[in-house]
């Protein structure tokens, strides 16, 4: 299984970027799939998941209309579509498989930055 983000970037606020996740080694379908972050010194923080047939998605509530997921099962990857960027939501973005849906998950890759200041 390897999970390999990219996509990251420094930006100024209000600015977007699109992160990808490329996804190989097993059944990307089969998986719900999620992005998580890490600010600076901070934990890591669920940000949205997506079933694997792409039929339901969950955000943490900060932000809603900002981010958008989405996945390409034919292409086995997980997209974080990021809009009306803010200082905070500078972070190292992981995508992880959630091996049971409920949140475990068993392997990650290795991040993506984002760094939003002007």
């Known amino acids: 299984v390897q999970l390999v983000e990219s996509g990251g970037g420094l930006v100024q606020p209000g600015g977007s970027l699109r992160l990808s996740c490329a996804a190989s080694?097993?059944?990307?379908?089969?998986?719900?799939m999620s992005w998580v972050r890490q600010a600076p010194g901070k934990g890591l923080e669920w940000v949205s998941d997506?079933?694997?047939?792409?039929?339901?998605?969950n955000y943490v509530d900060f932000v809603k209309g900002r981010f958008t997921i989405s996945r390409d099962n034919a292409k086995s990857t997980l997209y974080l579509q990021i809009n009306s960027l803010k200082p905070e939501d500078t972070a190292l973005y992981y995508c992880a498989r959630d091996r049971t849906g409920w949140g475990e998950y068993d392997y990650w890759g290795q991040g993506t930055q984002v760094t939003v200041s002007s």
């Open positions: 080694g097993f059944t990307f379908s089969s998986y719900y």
């Open positions: 997506m079933a694997g047939d792409g039929g339901r998605t």
